[in-house]
Every structure is written in C-alpha cells, then in structure tokens.
C-alpha cells in the first residue's frame, strides 16, 4: 500500500464548475500536508500547505485535512481552463511523499 | 528569480549507454532531491542530499543508478547501463531543509530505446 493514495483521473469539468480532489494517506504521524499543481512538462509547484487538520482558503482553493480519516482534499471554486493541471497531494516527515496526482481539465 | 536547473532538459539514448543528468540547487537551499516520475508509479524519490551528505537513496536501484553531490552548486544523477524501462522524467528539487516546502527544476525528459 502507497503512503498517498490518490485517483489518478481525468477529471473533466466544465468552467466555472467547483471542483474536489482528494486524497488518502496511512501514517497518522503525518502532519504536513500539501497541494502542488504541476502544469504540462513543467515541474510542480507548490499550491496549498496545511498542517495539522482543518481547512485553508486562498483565493478560489480550500485546502482540507480530515486527520481523523486521514483525508485531503482540495477544492476549486469557479474553475478556470488555467487550472487545467495534474494536482499532486503530499504529505511529508523529513521528506516529501506525493500521491501520483490527478489530471484536471476544465473546458470553456 | 532563484530556480533549480537541472541539464539536459531533454535525452534520448540507446539501451546500454551511461546517463548523467546535473541539478543546480537554488542557492543557499542545502537539501536536494531527485525524483522519477512515470505515469504508473508518479513521483518517486530517488534520493536526498542535506549539506552534500546522503541522507536516503533507499528509493534508487543500486546496481545501476547512483547520485553524488560534488559541491554545494551541482548535484548528479547517474545512470549505467541505461535500461528502457528508465524512461522517465527525473526532478530535480532544493530547499532549505525545513522539510516542507521544495522547488522543483523542470525536469530531464529521458527516453531510453
């Protein structure tokens, strides 16, 4: 079993939809939990950071961490073609864990 | 506006051949990583640097990859033989060794056939 799972996609939605993506993770010693955004043959790059449990705005984003559950989600408001992405989760101890990231497209 | 490097952007090579792939951290970060990342298995961590030292490269296939830090500005992957089911992007990354946050350079496309 991964330490992140994630569901690898495609999502396609249309703009201006909300959009969920999640997360599960299997060490409950994990406290640091991350959102990157990695744009097409680009490296990824940091979207959100949490700790603990909880939620985080920025903008359109919600960052959520269920630690009771060992859940993470991002969700997106009013969604963009630019946000069409693969969104990577990660969690981290002295080193970055990701799941394998979830392909977005948002079409017009 | 400070980024990681990483050469060549793109290889392609034949089965056999050594690969070596460089990274130039951010400066002043003293962690490195590197990352292969696949659409099966998505990001891996290959291994980490703190201060030059080694810190983990449980994630590297010994026999045929390794990865040294030569000085603060340059980090290498290696690879020899190159196998095709290497074909991968590898990332390189840096930060300051706070454990949460890392930049990522854009990646060495490599293509073994």
């Known amino acids: 079993q991964k330490e992140v799972e994630q569901d690898p996609g495609p999502l396609s939605v249309p703009e201006g939809a909300i959009v969920s993506l999640n997360c599960t993770y299997s060490?409950?010693?994990?406290?640091?939990f991350m959102w990157y955004r990695q744009y097409s043959r680009k490296g990824p790059e940091l979207l959100m950071y949490?700790?603990?449990?909880g939620n985080k705005e920025d903008g359109r984003f919600t960052a959520q961490v269920d630690k009771s559950s060992k859940y993470i989600s991002l969700f997106i408001r009013d969604s963009q073609p630019s946000d069409s992405a693969t969104y990577l989760c990660?969690?981290?101890?002295?080193?970055?864990?990701f799941g394998t990231g979830t392909r977005l497209q948002v079409f017009p | 506006d400070a980024r990681v490097t990483q050469t060549p952007r793109h290889k392609v090579t034949e089965m056999g051949q050594e690969v070596t792939m460089r990274c130039q951290p951010i400066?002043?970060?003293?962690?490195v990583f590197w990352y292969r990342q696949t659409m099966m298995q998505g990001l891996e961590l290959l291994a980490y640097?703190?201060?030059?030292?080694?810190?983990?490269d449980s994630g590297m296939p010994k026999d045929r990859f390794s990865a040294e830090m030569p000085d603060a500005t340059l980090a290498t992957l290696k690879i020899q033989p190159s196998e095709p089911r290497d074909s991968a992007v590898y990332f390189c990354?840096?930060?300051?060794?706070?454990?949460?946050?890392?930049?990522f350079g854009e990646g060495s496309w490599l293509t073994v056939v």
């Open positions: 990660a969690t981290n101890t002295d080193k970055l864990i």
């Open positions: 060490n409950s010693a994990f406290q640091y």
């Open positions: 949490t700790y603990s449990s």
């Open positions: 400066l002043g970060h003293n962690t």
């Open positions: 640097f703190r201060n030059r030292a080694p810190l983990d």
């Open positions: 990354a840096s930060n300051r060794g706070d454990g949460n946050t890392i930049y």
